[in-house]
């Protein structure tokens, strides 16, 4: 079995079961395609004839990998009765997969030019019909369990409830706390310009600029203390001893 193949789930028991019934009694009506010497398209065929007793009838797909990826997509998505869950985990599946070539066909006309290169989530969503987001969701599950999402593209589960189970597993992320400036060294160096300033004030030299400037300074020292968790509110600034600032500004 080619690895594209594998990017799609397998039928339920009891239609291969039909399937081999109906080989069985009409004959196959569709060959099985090879690519590279492996089955690329024609997997149920092949075992619906191998159930009905039937000698399988093969053909040699001619294209390039990007022909024969497209060409499974195509077949899988237009043929068979697949839920928007299991396509979009066979689109998670897909995300994966490099394909190299050049196309030479128009099947491959929703795959990447370039060579060799992968298939994107959006690439993939428009391949098998389905939104973005379910992709994202999809891709999500299978990279959180691949048990998970292999149960969800056997129609086991839905793919809301395993992005649920996935989301509840890691829980939300935590977002960025933004880095907070050091207080006591912002304090640290208000006091220290205020003190100085207060010097000049005792021995009755400091010009109104500077009262003002050691006010602002003293405030904004206070504002920063009370800013802290569990400090106690200040509703005053703390008075120079000799009578404070007020009696300091009078001699």
Do not use: W
């Not at 691949?146 to 809301?160: C, D, F, N």
């Not at 300033?197 to 904004?220: F, N, Y």
């Not at 920063?224 to 106690?232: N, V």
């Not at 509110?233 to 001893?241: L, N, S």
């Amino acid at each position: 079995m080619h690895e594209y193949v594998e990017l799609f789930p397998l039928m339920l028991d009891d239609e291969l079961r039909e399937l081999a019934d109906d080989i069985k009694a009409n004959g196959q009506r569709d060959p099985i395609v090879l690519f590279d010497g492996q089955i690329l398209d024609g997997r149920h065929r092949y075992l619906a004839c191998g159930l009905a007793g039937v000698a399988p009838e093969f053909t040699t797909f001619e294209g390039t990998e990007a022909d024969a990826l497209a060409l499974v997509v195509s077949r899988n998505v237009h043929r068979r009765h697949l839920t928007a869950a299991q396509r979009a985990i066979s689109a998670a599946y897909l995300v994966t997969v490099k394909h190299g070539g050049d196309r030479r066909s128009d099947q491959a006309a929703t795959l990447p030019v370039d060579a060799p290169t992968h298939v994107t989530q959006a690439q993939a969503a428009a391949m098998v019909k389905v939104s973005e987001r379910t992709v994202r969701d999809a891709v999500a599950v299978r990279a959180a369990s691949p048990k998970l999402a292999e149960q969800v593209r056997a129609g086991k589960i839905s793919l809301s409830k395993a992005a649920a189970q996935v989301r509840a597993r890691t829980g939300p992320r935590k977002a960025p706390t933004a880095r907070r400036r050091p207080v006591k060294r912002d304090v640290e160096k208000q006091l220290e310009q205020a003190s100085v300033l207060l010097g000049v004030l005792t021995l009755g030299r400091l010009m109104p600029a500077q009262r003002a400037r050691l006010r602002m300074l003293l405030e904004a020292a206070i504002k920063r203390l009370d800013d802290r968790p569990g400090a106690a509110r200040t509703d005053e600034a703390p008075q120079p001893r000799g009578g404070g600032l007020a009696t300091a500004e009078r001699r």
